[in-house]
Each structure stands twice: as C-alpha cells, then as structure tokens.
C-alpha cells in the first residue's frame, strides 16, 4: 500500500506564486511516475504535470511556461511550483503516485486565485 498526502494550497492573488508538495511512503518501490491533477467545480479532474524517476516531465498547454515540476527520489517527494497563477487555475489540485499495476491519490488540496 502507498500513501500520498499534498500539502501548500491556499489563497492567493493572480499574478501570484505557490508550492504545492505530494510525498509517497508505504511500499514505494515500484512508483515510476508522480504526477499532479487538478479538478474545478463541475469540470473533470485534468493532467496538470508528470514527472518520472527518470526526470521526464510533461505539462498541460495551459500550465506550459508558468509552473514546473520537480522530485526528489530519496525522499519520494515531488512539488509543482506555480508562477504567474490565474483565477482559471483555481481547482482542487491532487497528487497521484504511479506503479505499472495500481494509482495512488491524495486527498487533494485546494488551490483558490481571487483578488
């Protein structure tokens, strides 16, 4: 079993910054990709950015450019730092951990752009 737990939502004003961080622990030895979604009211829950062991990423059009993702292996650590933050990016923003049988999520932590 893996738990995944975010943490480094909140407020924040556009134009704005935030961290988000998503450590795995439990049985983490086969997790080859961490990657973060995010869901807004009413919409389905959408890639934001993945990353492998390896350090490939990938990133959704709409995040290209304003946020990056980043892991620390040792630590199964992974964080999506976000720039320039719009109020389209307000969402529920969750963490999945990824071995080739199973997904792990987090419970999600919000992430709220408004003046």
């Known amino acids: 079993q893996v738990h995944v737990v975010e943490s480094g939502g909140g407020l924040v004003q556009p134009g704005g910054s935030l961290r988000l961080s998503c450590t795995a622990s439990?049985?983490?030895?086969?997790?080859?990709?961490m990657g973060w979604y995010r869901q807004a009211p009413g919409k389905q829950r959408d890639l934001v950015a993945a990353?492998?062991?390896?350090?490939?990423?990938n990133y959704a059009d709409s995040v290209k450019g304003r946020f990056t993702i980043s892991r620390e292996n040792a630590k199964m650590t992974m964080y999506l730092q976000m720039n320039s933050l719009k109020p389209d990016d307000t969402a529920v923003y969750y963490c999945?951990?990824?071995?080739?049988?199973?997904?792990?999520w987090g419970q999600g932590t919000q992430v709220t752009v408004s003046s």
């Open positions: 990353i492998t062991s390896g350090g490939s990423t």
């Open positions: 439990g049985n983490i030895a086969r997790i080859y990709v």
């Open positions: 999945k951990a990824s071995s080739t049988l199973y997904d792990y």
